[in-house]
């Protein structure tokens, strides 16, 4: 499975949005991007996922770029209660070559600010 | 509320206890997860379910033993552990295992141990 690497840390403010990014150069051709986040005290919760294509849900949005070597989550409108970790896994389907499981990282933490 | 529920929230426990820690998930999936997060810790994989059957061990030492007797229920049985094992243990499900594109984990709140 593909690693990834995300800064440690971000700050936002209240009302703006926040764009986490995430490096997966080595990503391969049936690897899938995940984005999960844990708010203290609490089990990781699924956000948005993308093989190729921008993604877009009722949480976020996911960007993608063309070589698939890199991705951005965005949240639009960042709230107090955004305030989380947030990881960024790549994933491939267990026996194509890739474990299928969930590998945590160290995530980046997003303090969204008043 | 993801679905999964996990119990107690929190246990102390001596070395010497035997204690056991319950999932319960009413989602109707097929695979069911133990993660143990310590302090400034990533998530780490323990064991991992499907259709009741083990098939992901992550060299678990052997005080922590899980029991999956069915699809909806997941217990991890701890015994004579140490005070490092002190961290916060989820438990997860999805659908299937590793299967499909759709794939989700859901997880519980998690049960924060200490050993003292």
């Known amino acids: 499975d593909a690693k990834t690497t995300q800064p440690p840390s971000m700050d936002c403010a209240e009302g703006r949005a926040a764009n986490l990014p995430c490096n997966h150069s080595?990503?391969?051709?049936?690897?899938?991007v995940y984005w999960y986040r844990q708010i203290h005290s609490q089990g990781p919760q699924y956000i948005i996922h993308?093989?190729?294509n921008n993604e877009t849900n009722e949480m976020a949005s996911l960007i993608i770029t063309e070589d698939r070597k890199s991705s951005t989550l965005i949240l639009p409108h960042a709230t107090l209660r955004d305030t989380a970790v947030y990881y960024c896994?790549?994933?491939?389907?267990?026996?194509?070559?890739?474990?299928?499981?969930?590998?945590f990282g160290q995530g980046t933490t997003l303090q969204v600010k008043p | 509320e993801t679905g999964v529920t996990q119990t107690p929230r929190h246990l102390v426990m001596g070395m010497t206890n035997k204690k056991s820690l319950k999932c319960e998930q009413h989602?109707?999936?097929?695979?069911m997860y133990w993660y143990k997060q310590s302090a400034k810790k990533p998530l780490e994989l323990m064991f991992v379910?499907?259709?009741?059957?083990?098939?992901e061990n992550n060299s678990v030492p052997s005080r922590f033993s899980p029991e999956c007797p069915n699809s909806s229920h997941l217990f991890l049985h701890l015994h004579t552990l140490q005070p490092e094992d002190s961290a916060l243990y989820l438990c997860?499900?999805?659908?299937?295992f590793g299967g499909g594109l759709d794939e989700k984990l859901f997880f519980g709140s998690g049960t924060q141990l200490s050993v003292l």
């Open positions: 379910y499907s259709l009741e059957e083990r098939v």
């Open positions: 080595t990503i391969s051709g049936n690897e899938y």
């Open positions: 989602l109707g999936h097929n695979a």
């Open positions: 997860a499900s999805s659908q299937d």
């Open positions: 896994i790549v994933r491939g389907f267990h026996g194509s070559g890739n474990t299928g499981k969930l590998i």
């Open positions: 993308g093989l190729k």
